[in-house]
């Protein structure tokens, strides 16, 4: 079956300009998150969604950052206004529920370069 | 702050021998720790884990050991194969946290 799907792969945006990314998740996953990879860094927590609970934002590091989902399928993080300093690679992952045994999969990520 | 931390960047291992990947953690609260594996291009997969409960897990060539007093844990590949080259993560959860933290990785290169 299909996996985590990210688009774009690569996006390359002016500082100061609005970008969306999207995720489609596996389908049947009822979990998605959304993290960031800064160059040499471990990945970092941003937002994550369960069913129709209301999203967990603690790692949102600024309110330029906001994601939505609609139901159990894809999911978009805009970030606005881009700076310098999102450029990161963005992971979508998702899993079939929240806890332990239920593994995380990950997209292959969009690489953001912000110039 | 970072709660884990992988210090070694990187290693290289000669074909066939075992290569032993580290990573610790400051945060008690943790129970349960995964290792992925990342090729470049690619997000991370899903290589092994353990709960807190146990000490140990095996699974084919990969075993990850857990030393909860000294807040350790590593990750054995035995025998390491060239396309065992790759960006290793630690990762842990703690309780109901749906969120993963992760180290920093290590890059693994094995020499053939």
């Known amino acids: 079956g299909a996996g985590v799907s990210q688009s774009p792969s690569n996006k390359v945006t002016e500082k100061g300009k609005d970008v969306e990314l999207r995720c489609d998740p596996i389908s049947g996953h009822t979990a998605l998150y959304w993290y960031r990879q800064r160059l040499g860094q471990g990945l970092e927590f941003l937002i994550y969604?369960?069913?129709?609970?209301?999203?967990?934002k603690s790692g949102l590091p600024s309110d330029r950052f906001s994601a939505e989902r609609t139901g159990e399928s894809v999911s978009t993080l805009t970030i606005q206004r881009t700076q310098q300093e999102d450029s990161a690679v963005y992971l979508c992952?998702?899993?079939?529920?929240?806890?332990?045994?239920?593994?995380?999969?990950f997209g292959p990520g969009t690489r953001l370069t912000v110039t | 702050d970072q709660q884990v931390k992988q210090n070694s960047p990187s290693l290289s291992v000669q074909e066939g021998r075992i290569s032993i990947l580290n990573c610790d953690y400051t945060n008690s609260m943790f129970d349960y720790f995964l290792w992925y594996k990342k090729y470049p291009a690619e997000g991370p997969t899903f290589l092994i884990s353990i709960s807190s409960i146990k000490d140990k897990n095996e699974d084919g060539r990969f075993t990850v050991f857990l030393n909860k007093s000294a807040k350790h844990l590593s990750l054995h590949i035995v025998p390491s194969q060239p396309g065992d080259s790759a960006v290793y993560f630690c990762a842990a959860r703690a309780g109901s946290a749906r969120q993963l933290t992760f180290g920093s990785g290590t890059q693994l290169t094995v020499l053939p």
């Open positions: 992952a998702s899993s079939l529920a929240n806890g332990q045994g239920y593994e995380q999969y």
């Open positions: 969604f369960q069913g129709n609970s209301a999203p967990d």
